[in-house]
């Protein structure tokens, strides 16, 4: 489970952090699939005793010392000596072979030749295909039960040896770091030893090419430092300043404490166990300690996140507000709406006699058969195309307040990019004026529905479905406090006329309910207007399942209490 939990993290956000974030969470699927799985699975498995430290330090020189002849990049090996080299006992060769660790390394089985390997091979760059292979080779000198593995530079120039030689060290029980008397102080080194420290691994330090006379000094320093950041136990071990000779070897005892305690180790099987449980525990302990920062790093994103949805979400609900607002302050009842409203009722004094009555109806029908709009659908397009203008104002509005808000946050301005958002979608305004004709029409079934038992009063007022739709925009636009808060100072008092009318044929309740049910739908399909329109932001937001952080935080006390346990 922590495995999968931490293999499917995502942190895409671009937050303080983050990248070291990124590296914690693959490094801990690595050390998991490198060293924490397969060691807890056999313990019994020989010990990997990685051979690391500085570009020239002498590693290489130094694994040759141990096994009496040239193996490494110093000597010949086939195919290549730039890879990563794992020397084993032949015995212990199935232990090595699969995929047990290291299992995006490939395997290659090599030979050992006694002929030093041309300076220009030797020196030569490694290839994609070289840094993800790993060579075997098997040699009696190697004691049984241990393995010995020659890593790449810790400070190499090229990042991917630096990437190998951190993740071969990962895997190790234990390590064997060498550094010279000039630079044992060294930063990149002195990082990785305290790393080393936070997984309690055991460590042998080795201070190669010391001249005799610095020996005392030096060693004394180093043993001071060790001691300084935790490394107290240490193994320290002095390799003088000498020469090599045409092998490229040190001379025989060079190295031989140094080739004794490991034979000791794995000459000692519960000895071994107990390194194998020491650094496995400790490694456990440090995992707790990645996977509480990597649930930390995702909990930061999912609240930039959620501050970024929020942003986009308060500016479209606060335009759905001003949206609302423009429809009960009697603001649409200016300019063409009211011109048409008033072209529609004429002078107010709407209630004429019986015979002014039949001679408006028979104006309205010339004007059908001459193709000229009626009065009322003039007032419907002049309440659609203002109520469109208003919708459209606030959407634009809506969005340059979120693209603002979110160019101002790293993050935001990451999944922006280049693209401008800081105004409405294309086909934003036609989406606005169908969803605004929607709304008309559901207002004319209203007073359709609402008219069924009073036909004869409709009739005689000749004022049909669309006169008396348009009475109910006019009231809807000039309410601010119910009913009887018309703006009637707005209108010219000609909205009082539609409220009338309305009262006239339907009572002074239905009125009222008419006008708050056409506002809520209104309302209603503004917000889903804008919801869609806020979509394309919120669309720019990673996914990923909730409660993310809370399973990881949970996995690192349980990893936790399992090191606290052992």
């Known amino acids: 489970m922590v495995r999968a939990d931490l293999s499917a993290v995502s ?25 924490i799985l397969p060691r807890y699975r056999s313990l019994d498995a020989p010990l990997l005793a990685v051979v690391g430290g500085s570009t020239g330090a002498g590693k290489s020189t130094l694994v040759n010392a141990l096994v009496g002849h040239p193996v490494t990049r110093s000597g010949a090996i086939r195919p290549t000596t730039r890879q990563p080299i794992l020397l084993h006992h032949p015995a212990d060769a199935g232990w090595f072979e699969g995929h047990r660790i290291l299992p995006t390394l490939s395997r290659i089985r090599g030979t050992i030749s006694k002929e030093p390997l041309p300076a220009s091979r030797a020196g030569a760059t490694p290839d994609a295909e070289a840094i ?77 090419r010391v001249p005799q006379e610095a020996e005392a000094e030096v060693s004394a320093d180093l043993r001071a430092l060790l001691q300084q950041e935790g490394l107290g136990g240490a193994g320290l071990f002095i390799v003088r300043e000498t020469y090599l000779d045409d092998l490229g070897m040190l001379p025989q005892g060079s190295v031989q404490p140094l080739r004794s305690w490991l034979q000791e180790l794995a000459a000692d099987s519960a000895g071994r166990s107990e390194i194998a449980r020491r650094t496995l525990n400790g490694t456990v302990r440090a995992l707790a300690g990645r996977v509480g920062a990597v649930a930390q790093a995702v909990q930061e994103q999912e609240q930039a996140a959620a501050a970024l949805r929020s942003d986009a979400k308060d500016a479209y609900r606060d335009a759905g507000t001003r949206i609302l607002d423009a429809t009960k302050d009697g603001a649409l009842l200016r300019g063409e709406v009211l011109a048409r ?175 708050q049910t056409a506002r809520e739908d209104l309302h209603v399909r503004c917000q889903r207007l804008l919801q869609a329109e806020q979509q394309k932001f919120l669309d720019r937001l990673p996914g990923g399942a909730a409660g993310t952080a809370d399973v990881l935080a949970g996995h690192a006390a349980a990893l936790s209490r399992l090191a606290d346990q052992a």
């Open 132 to 208: 993800s292979s790993l060579v075997l080779v098997a040699d009696a000198a190697v004691p049984k039960g241990i393995a010995l593995l020659d890593a790449p530079d810790v400070d190499s120039i090229s990042d991917d040896n630096r990437r190998l030689a951190g993740q071969l060290l990962a895997a190790a029980d234990l390590w064997v770091f060498v550094t010279t008397a000039n630079r044992y102080a060294d930063a990149v080194p002195w990082k990785l030893l305290l790393n080393a420290a936070s997984r309690d691994i055991m460590v042998a330090v080795v201070l190669d």
């Open 341 to 515: 409203w008033q072209d529609f009722v004429g002078t107010g004094e709407f209630f004429r006699t019986l015979e002014q009555n039949v001679g408006r109806l028979r104006d309205r029908m010339g004007a059908f058969f001459r193709g000229e709009p009626m009065p009322a659908v003039g007032v419907e397009v002049a309440i659609e195309t203002g109520l469109q203008a208003v919708i459209l104002d606030e959407a634009a509005n809506a969005a340059e307040e979120t693209d603002q808000r979110w160019r101002s946050d790293p993050a935001g301005r990451q999944l922006l990019g280049t693209d401008d958002l800081s105004g409405t979608s294309q086909g934003f305004a036609d989406k606005a004026a169908a969803e605004i004709r929607a709304w008309q029409a559901g207002l004319m079934e209203l007073i359709r529905t609402e008219g069924q038992g009073k036909r004869t009063q409709a009739r005689w007022l000749s004022f049909g479905i669309n006169g008396l739709g348009a009475a109910l925009m006019i009231v809807v636009f000039s309410m601010t406090a119910g009913l009887t808060g018309l703006e009637i100072g707005v209108a010219g008092g000609t909205a009082v006329v539609g409220q009338r009318l309305l009262e006239a044929v339907f009572g002074e309740d239905a009125v009222r309910r008419l006008a």
């Open 11 to 35: 942190l895409p956000l671009a937050l303080p952090e983050v990248e070291q974030a990124r590296l914690d969470a693959r490094n801990a699927v690595g050390q998991l699939d490198d060293y």
